[in-house]
């Protein structure tokens, strides 16, 4: 938190790495099972990175993700949906890696799925895991979550 707080008194709230700060912040924190609290930074990460950059930077995407897939995860699934369709869609527009990609549609599936639109979300689930599998290995951490959630979709 002091970080942030220096950040925003020395280069400004509107600057992009006070934005980065504030998600850093927002990860640590969800890590930390304080998901209310991470929710907070990772919305104010998203709006300096919004004011700060380029409309769909792909920096902008990392705490898109981040907000949309712990919005899913805790019953809040049209807007993580929202969200994680909106930061594939800006990943995909600038050539973002394989990976990259793939671990967005994986946490989109698995906001689908909770929306009850099995086919969507089973499609995406299943070809996000081919995909980490070819491009980031099969015993990758990003891997394995995608795994995991389909898993998690079958057994549902």
Known sequence: RRVLEIARASIGEGHDNTGWYAFNLGYVLERLGEEGEAEVYYRESLAILRRALPEGHYRTTTPMVALGDLLSRTGRSEEGARLLGEALEDRVAVGASPADVADVESMLGAALGRLGRTDEARGLLEESLAA?????????????????????????
Do not use: I, N
């Not at 290995?137 to 979709?153: K, M, S, Y």
């Open 132 to 156: 980490l599998e070819e491009s980031a290995g099969a015993d990758a951490p990003v891997t394995r979550r995608a795994r995991a959630r389909l898993e998690a979709f079958g057994a549902a």
